[in-house]
């Protein structure tokens, strides 16, 4: 191993090229990280300083070519320094340093004949973007729908470019010659990986920690090397996960996956990386393509589920259980990753199995239970899913958890609280007792709505005056019966005005969106404590009929 710290300018110089391997991550360095690190040079430029250090670069030497070296550590800062060489030289128009800085950029080996290359060859799936857009400087062919480090390289590449754009020419150069000969970076090479990548790990937390999916993409690419597996194989693999995901989501997807496994009620999770390098092992004899093929269908699974991309009563249990915050999801994926596995589940299983679950699910919410409580369904279930119970078992399982006592207490009680989780629980209510006023082929689409408390909960109007006295208003104005969804932001328009002038409120939100929850108390005359005791009453019946369970034990 040699360590030295060496100018930009001989860095990025003929005798070297790098390329990011297919085990690391891919670049993500935010449009505030790329102006960050161009503003500090900038900024060490002006103040006459002589050295700008901007960390280390650690590589393995390539044995078979010197000159080649793959990067292990310090991507995010080689890109975005290329990012920057790339603007540079588009932006100045002198020929001598323009030509200087497209050789910094692109390689070529004038006695052989191969095409141009850039200097910093980035990971499969964004290289033509980033020679093309960055490199090459052709940005007709954008992508008609960019990845999300597409993206990046994209929107970095035009944030730096408007920051150098608003100096002059003489400065550009000027900066140019600072950032060559007046940067320096550490550069670290060996000819080892497990060298390279124990100091990787050391050097690590000084830069961007490594996510949960660097972490296992990195331990299956050192598992594939044992398993004598070409690692472009595991790089097309784990390139389908992301595109299945997304890089963004991936962690989230692996932290859920990892629940899914669970085999037994402690509720305790491990990390992702431990439990899916002693599942490779322990469920897989250490082989890599089965075990990155089952997580592969798990994630088709995971997406489906995210979309809501299913059919018939699937799809409305599914779209039922997103209106609610994903706790739900480890349970149902596992059901789902078993029954396409296994085979062992007919559609009309599935579907019976999230009836039953979206009832007892929907019960803890509106019980308002704290999350340990409704987790105590979820823990018990899954060991049921993953050790092979039966259906009738798994069901029985989630039964134990459902209260329609407590529940019709809920339902029939004070629904509405101003926080952000009970706001977002009555919504669901709502919206699923909408859905159940459709017929099966209708099926609505809602981006922006609002609760709407048809008597206000300030009763500043004569109207509510003369209408509810102080008890009457405190006994109704928070029940189901007195709550509907508008379409668009908080009605605040209408939020406290006579029920004639709300009505015509009503009228103009549901030409946005229409509700029929809302149509029909724009077919009354007039709001009074009896009609949200008829409206209450229908509406706790409907849920009622939604969400309780036959023959369910109490445990809770």
């Known amino acids: 191993m040699k ?49 700008y250090f901007i960390g280390s670069l650690i590589c393995i030497q390539d044995p078979k070519n010197d000159y080649r070296f793959e990067v292990v550590d310090g991507q995010q800062r080689l890109t975005t320094l290329t990012l920057i060489c790339a603007k540079l030289c588009q932006l100045i128009s002198n020929v001598k340093v323009k030509a200087d800085l497209q050789e910094r950029i692109l390689h070529e080996d004038p006695y052989a004949d191969t095409p141009e290359e850039p200097r910093l060859q980035v990971r499969m799936k964004e ?11 052709k940005h007709a062919n954008l992508p008609v729908k960019p990845t999300h480090t597409e993206n990046l390289f994209i929107n970095n590449f035009r944030v730096i470019g408007e920051y150098l754009a608003d100096h002059d020419e003489a400065t550009l150069i000027k900066f140019t010659r600072y950032l060559l000969r007046h940067v320096f970076i550490v550069f670290v090479r060996t000819e080892d990986f497990a060298s390279s990548y124990r100091l990787f790990n050391v050097l690590n937390n000084r830069g961007t920690p490594l996510t949960d999916g660097d972490l296992i993409k990195n331990k299956l690419f050192e598992q594939a090397e044992v398993n004598r597996i070409p690692s472009s194989t595991v790089e097309q693999k784990w390139s389908q996960l992301e595109e299945i995901i997304g890089i963004e989501n991936i962690d989230r997807f692996l932290n859920f996956n990892t629940i899914a496994n669970k085999k037994d009620k402690d509720r305790v999770t491990p990390k992702p990386l431990p439990a899916y390098t002693k599942r490779l092992q322990d469920e897989y004899n250490g082989e890599v393509l089965p075990f990155i093929s089952d997580l592969l269908a798990s994630a088709k699974n995971y997406q489906s589920l995210r979309d809501s991309d299913f059919e018939g009563l699937t799809r409305k249990r599914i779209r039922s259980l997103n209106l609610l915050p994903d706790e739900w999801l480890p349970v149902v994926l596992a059901f789902l990753n078993r029954a396409s596995t296994e085979k062992c589940f007919s559609q009309q299983d599935i579907d019976a199995f999230l009836t039953a679950f979206e009832k007892v699910f929907y019960q803890g919410w509106i019980r308002k239970l704290i999350k340990s409580k409704r987790e105590m369904m979820y ?26 006592a407590d529940f019709a ?10 926080s952000p989780t009970k706001v977002q629980m009555v919504r669901a209510v709502l919206l699923r007792l909408e859905e159940e006023m459709q017929d099966d082929s209708v099926e609505k689409s809602y981006h922006r709505l609002s609760i709407e408390h048809i008597l206000p909960q300030n009763r500043k109007d004569t109207y509510w005056k003369e209408r509810f006295s102080d008890d009457s208003h405190a006994q109704w104005v928070q029940k189901l019966g007195n709550l509907t969804l508008l379409g668009g932001a908080k009605n605040s328009s209408a939020q406290h005005h006579s029920f004639p002038k709300k009505l015509e409120s009503y009228a103009r939100h549901n030409k946005k969106v229409s509700f029929d929850l809302t149509k029909e108390i ?35």
């Open 409 to 418: 207490h809920h339902i029939q009680g004070d629904l509405y609280e101003p």
């Open 3 to 51: 360590a030295e710290e060496l100018k930009i300018e001989d860095v990025l110089v003929q005798t070297k090229t790098f390329v990011i391997p297919p085990y690391q991550r891919p670049y993500s360095w935010s449009e505030d990280n790329a102006q960050q690190l161009v503003e500090d040079i900038f900024t060490s430029m002006e103040q006459g300083e002589s050295e």
């Open 127 to 137: 290289y033509e973007l980033f020679t093309n857009h960055v490199v090459m400087g």
């Open 379 to 404: 823990f018990e279930v899954l060991p049921r899913i993953n050790q092979g119970h039966d259906l009738a078992s798994i069901i029985e399982g989630i039964n134990i958890y459902a209260d329609n």
């Open 522 to 556: 724009c077919d009354l005359d007039d709001w009074i404590e009896e009609s949200i005791k008829k409206r209450q009453k229908r509406l706790v019946e409907q849920c009622l009929s939604l969400w309780s369970v036959t023959g369910s034990a109490t445990l809770l």
